[in-house]
């Protein structure tokens, strides 16, 4: 089993969302929070302006994993 790690993400990485609903879209991760129950949201801006919210598990920053 192979593991993500999130530490690269920081504000303003590009980054492409891998699971969930919003699978296959990118853009630039912002608004980085830690809920009261341990996990971690991104919210992602498109190039077209729209935002999503997203959990980080499911976020890999480009250039890599």
């Not at 699978?23 to 190039?47: E, R």
Request: positive net charge; aromatic residues 2%.
């Amino acid at each position: 089993m192979t593991t993500r790690s999130a530490a690269r993400l920081v504000d303003g990485a590009h980054c492409t969302v891998v699971g969930g609903t919003h699978a296959g879209k990118s853009g630039i991760a912002t608004d980085i929070k830690t809920s009261k129950t341990g996990h971690v949201t991104v919210t992602v801006v498109q190039k077209d302006g729209a935002r999503f919210k997203t959990l980080a598990k499911n976020v890999v920053v480009a250039g890599g994993i």
